[in-house]
């Protein structure tokens, strides 16, 4: 694959099922870690103006509706209900939601990594696209399920990525070059960076005022 840097303007991100019914299940990553990345993710793609594709189950099922904290990010974006299980393409809406963003990077997260995500993976490779896997926002019952499932797809083409890594390739583009964006993503969601940069600005405040007492 060429690399070439992930740009909003060319970058859908897909995220796959992120149903409160399924976080308990899930024993590859944290459960708070886990969370604050996928809203990490999707502040990523609102901020930065890029593709964003949302997709789940039924919310009638037992799975539920998505992650409230993930409501909240996404705001007004609209959420595809799919009865078709694993490969999200398989469903039309969901395929024609993704054409119509006319980008040929995806960026995919979801859960679970061997179940959804692996599946909507490989079918966005199979329908041409450059494909992305975000692993730090997308989780499994077992870590070696999630290790396997980014194993495999890797080797089918696609490329891991992680969620904060991708918001600062997204600042390199011009239009955001000066954003507060990712700033911000590091102050809420990356909390040990958010403490390192206070304590970085707060050093540089330091010495400004002793040289101006000198």
């Given amino acids: 694959m060429t690399p070439e840097p992930l740009a909003p303007a060319t970058t859908t991100v897909v995220l796959v099922d992120y149903a409160v019914g399924f976080a308990n299940l ?20 609102k901020w930065y103006e890029s593709g964003l594709v949302v997709t789940n189950g039924q919310s009638s099922k037992p799975s539920g509706p998505l992650y409230p904290e993930l409501l909240e990010a996404i705001g007004d974006q609209p ?24 980008r040929e990077n995806l960026v995919v997260g979801g859960i679970a990594t061997d179940g ?35 194993q495999r797809m890797v080797q089918a083409g696609a490329v891991p990525v992680t969620w904060f890594s991708l918001a ?39 010495g400004k005022r002793a040289a101006t007492a000198v």
């Fill in 26 to 45: 899930l024993r590859s990553h944290n459960l708070a870690e886990h969370i604050n990345n996928v809203v990490g993710l999707a502040k990523t793609a």
């Fill in 79 to 102: 959420v595809i209900e799919r009865a078709v299980d694993f490969n999200s393409f398989l469903d039309e809406s969901f395929a024609q939601a993704v054409r119509e963003e006319g």
């Fill in 116 to 150: 959804c995500v692996l599946q909507t993976v490989l079918g966005g490779l199979r329908e041409g696209y450059r494909v992305h896997v975000a692993v730090d926002a997308s989780a499994s019952p077992s870590l070696e399920a999630h290790n396997a499932a980014v």
């Fill in 168 to 206: 600062a390739e997204f600042q390199l583009d011009p239009k955001f070059h000066d954003a507060p964006h990712r700033m911000r993503l590091m102050q809420e969601n990356v909390p040990s960076m958010g403490m390192s940069a206070r304590t970085f600005f707060h050093a540089l405040e330091l």
